[in-house]
């Protein structure tokens, strides 16, 4: 069955750098779009950044543009989200999530059980 596995969460000092894993199984990653989501203490969960299948178009929200960075290793089926200028207000439960196709605008259909960002000095 299809699975994700979230790594690389911890605790950072503002400022840092951070680079989360997400490990898939049971599915080929090569095709479909796997999304970033985080989940902030008593906040909703919020997309962060998508990546296509291919890696040929990315997105991000705009609070983390030019600070995180989405990539894609298909041969060894593990998507990245590289952190870096970390905030307190980075602090959340990082999800990985993979789409219903190769495209970023499709619906989610699996979803890792998070790894925590702590941002604190």
């Known amino acids: 069955q299809s699975q994700l596995v979230e790594s690389g969460g911890g605790l950072v000092q503002p400022g840092g750098s951070l680079r989360l894993s997400c490990a898939a199984s049971g599915f080929t990653l090569a095709n479909y779009a796997i999304g970033w989501f985080r989940q902030a203490p008593g906040k909703e969960r919020e997309g962060v950044s998508c990546?296509?299948?291919?890696?040929?178009?990315?997105n991000y929200v705009d609070s983390v543009k030019g600070r995180f960075t989405i990539s894609r290793d298909n041969v060894k089926n593990t998507v990245y989200l590289q952190m870096n200028l970390l905030k307190p207000e980075d602090t959340a439960v990082y999800y990985c999530?993979?789409?219903?196709?190769?495209?970023?605008?499709?619906?989610?259909?699996?979803w890792g059980k998070g790894t925590l960002v702590t941002v604190s000095s």
């Open positions: 990546i296509s299948s291919t890696g040929g178009s990315t």
């Open positions: 999530a993979k789409r219903r196709r190769g495209v970023c605008n499709s619906g989610v259909d699996y």
